[in-house]
DNA sequence: GCCGGAAGGC
DNA sequence: GCCTTCCGGC
């Protein structure tokens, strides 16, 4: 920000006190009076700095956004809070249902006071002159990264793409192997799209190595590329090849997770909290949730979506459960059936061309359930093909998975193997190294806990297989070394 | 209202 | 990279 920036806020100081006054009042005395942020600089007098705190899952009840969407980190290219973060705080607020609120299908959103949200946003960035127009292009921004699309008929509506907003948020690789997204991917028929190059799938991943550097997320350096040479690095990836094989869950758009060493379960579930499988841990969905009455669990399939997965926290029932299963089968390839050759034990994950699915939409003729009751497909140039909405039909695609035991035991033995064939097999962190339990998050009510179905096997019951799990892992290393 | 290109700032 | 600003077009 150059110095006529500067002296430009601070005009318009009087008004922004004004702003500051209006959100005070709204926000109540909750507000965390914290110094950083805005503007990246002491000189600001943005009033923002003041009303918004970086972590805002502190300050309301109802649905925060986790911690990780704020971590600078977690903001590719950017240190400042982005425009869909910063929706998705409106979104999850009360006082300003009437200005955005959720509305309509899974994700979707209408912008009630296209000025307010402006003026708000312009307060957030210091922007005293942003209006609707300008944080409408914004928002078209996002069209080509998939985060957004516009709900097409309907005024200031707009639709977040959940798995996207997930996926740029944190790598999650095991969705590589999710039957769902395999189910889309080209090689069953529906051809890859751009973003489903590695290229594409680094771009996502800015924080890891780059491309074409010897540490890219695609070794591709012994095979021919195409979907079965580029391979992705599971080496890149503590939580995967870290030895916690069940950890690999993404975060959600979910509750807390311990951010200290040994290291972080960013997807806000920590699988060594005391009642992290309890039978009375088991938050209800508030009024007004961010998903729909489809998106709660059932007592299977929720004991199966508890477990890490990128979308068990995102994904009706049925779905959850499919790709639990899924992914537990990181590393083994099970799930592939067809390419049993994808992954090799060791340390390089078969991703194949489509396979994360960023782009692998539904192709013609799937719909998301809320598609299919109404009848209409929505506009073929949207990007509905890549919304979760459409996994029940990839549910329905594994039908045969709904056979989770074999699969699961089978996957963690193959686990094992890989964690000594890939030499990368670091312990789980020890129990007593365990982070300390943190206090319930507001948006722990969107992860669909159950107890463990009881016709589950003791060794698959979650908070038993942890255990267990973790003995197995120290055991086979031992035998190994 | 909505779209996307272009230029530019940070 | 992520906007912000401006703009012409639909």
Known sequence: MNANSILEDRKEQPENKKDEEREERA????????????????????????????????WTPGFAFPDWAYKPESSPGSRQIQLWHFILELLQKEEYQGVIAWQGDYGEFVIKDPDEVARLWGIRKCKPHMNYDKLSRALRYY?????LHK??????????????????????????????????????????????????????????????????????????????????????????????????????????YPRNPPFDYPWGFNPYLPGAFSLN????LPPGSLYPSQFYPNPLQSSLSQLPHPFSSLLPPGEAGSLSIGRTDIGNGLTLGERPEANPPGTVLSLGLGAVGLGAGTGPGRQSPTERRGGVKQDPESDSDLEITDLSDCSSDNENEHEFGTGKESSLANRAQILLDGKKGSALPPISSLPPPVSPHPLKSLIPISPPPPSLAPSLSPGMALHERHRETETLKLIHS
């Open 151 to 256: 709900t097409k008929g309907k005024r200031f509506t707009y639709k977040f793409n959940f798995s996207k907003v997930v996926l740029v948020n944190y790598p999650i690789l095991d969705m590589a192997n999710s039957p769902f997204f395999l189910a889309q991917n080209h090689f069953n028929g529906n051809s890859a799209t751009p973003d489903c190059t590695p290229e594409a799938i680094q771009s996502l991943f800015p924080r890891l190595p780059d491309s074409g550097r010897g540490t890219s997320l695609f070794d591709r350096g012994t095979t021919a590329p195409g979907p079965e040479g580029d391979k992705l690095r599971l080496d890149t990836f503590p939580f995967l090849s870290s030895g916690a094989p069940c950890y690999s869950k993404p975060p959600s758009l979910l509750g807390p």
């Open 27 to 58: 926000r109540g005395a909750t507000i965390q009076r914290l110094g950083a942020g805005c503007c990246g600089g002491m000189d600001c007098n943005c009033v923002s700095d003041l009303l918004l705190p970086p972590v805002p899952a502190l």
């Open 281 to 284: 841990n088991c938050p209800k």
């Open 143 to 147: 069209y080509n990264k998939r985060i």
